[in-house]
């Protein structure tokens, strides 16, 4: 693995490799300390972060090495209209490895063409949040220790959860996964994920319900309805509040569901559900420091390396408004096939 951009990139044994490591660190975190001595990651995060951000500088303090970077993109030189080629050609004369987040789908994957040093998808919009993927798994394996035949929940924004599209992603590398889709029908999941399940035999079933789901499921994956995603303000105010997870509709839950959430939660878990020792997203974002630091102990100590030319583009093929290719024109027409679909390499709508 050069770059982090999706998470299906990774084969299971890369994954085992780096779980492997996380657990390492986590039961022994001191034996880790000089990882990263002298490195320096670049953390550019063009949209609000908490966990994702200070879970990535943390890590790499943990590790013995040193972050610089920018939490607002007008603090840089973005604001005067650099390009995005231009930033990564510059940070990566800088840093050893650089984490981005972007509101744009597909950066993250722009950026890894113009890199001299790993890049890592720290969530690219509503597309993809691989090292997200990284927490839930460490978390799941660790409390439940497999991932494997497990009955899994996942609830809310599933159009524009980034961390849900992930999820799917990493979970066609174990056995015997059933998901429970549980969303309105405006937010239902993007097609390309539902070929997706169905080329990799997941079964699944898509409800607008929660409650009566809650008795079936080993794992209870909650996300927020994502406001600034969308388009239009009254679809928001439509949905909004859809679902809230309360300690009363968790009485006929199994007595060893994990209650997951990516966080930051708005109202779709009521504070009282926190005390429940079912709840674990608080535990979830602490694992994801440590299954960071047994990423960046791989990436950041990997050799520089001049990436090869890439074909100039002249216009977006891709009719995602939101894709990046519709801001830095010069980048190349990639295409790729999901289920047979000629779909944008960038950020995976269909073209
Ligand atoms: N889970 C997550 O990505 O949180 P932040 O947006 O706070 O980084």
Redesign the pocket.
Known sequence: MRHLIDFGDLTRQEWDEIYKRADKIIDNPQQFLDVCHGKVSANLFYE??????FSFQTAMMRLGGSVFGFADPNSSSVAKGETLKDTIKMVSNYADVIVMRTPWEGAAKAASLYSDVPVVNA?DGGHM?PT?TMADLTTITRLRGSVDGLAIGLCGDLKNGR?VHSLIKALAKFQNIRFYLIAPRDLAIPQYLRQFMQEHHMPFVEVTGLETVIPQLDVLYMTRIQKERFVDPLEYERNKGIYILTRSKLDRARENLLIMH???RVDEITVDVDDDPRAVYFQQARFGMFARMALLSDLANQPRMTPAPVEIGTKPVCHNPRCITQTEHYLPPLVKKNGGVDCCAFCDAPL
């Open positions: 609000p972060s908490t966990r994702t951000n969530g949040h997200q961390t990516p966080l930051p």
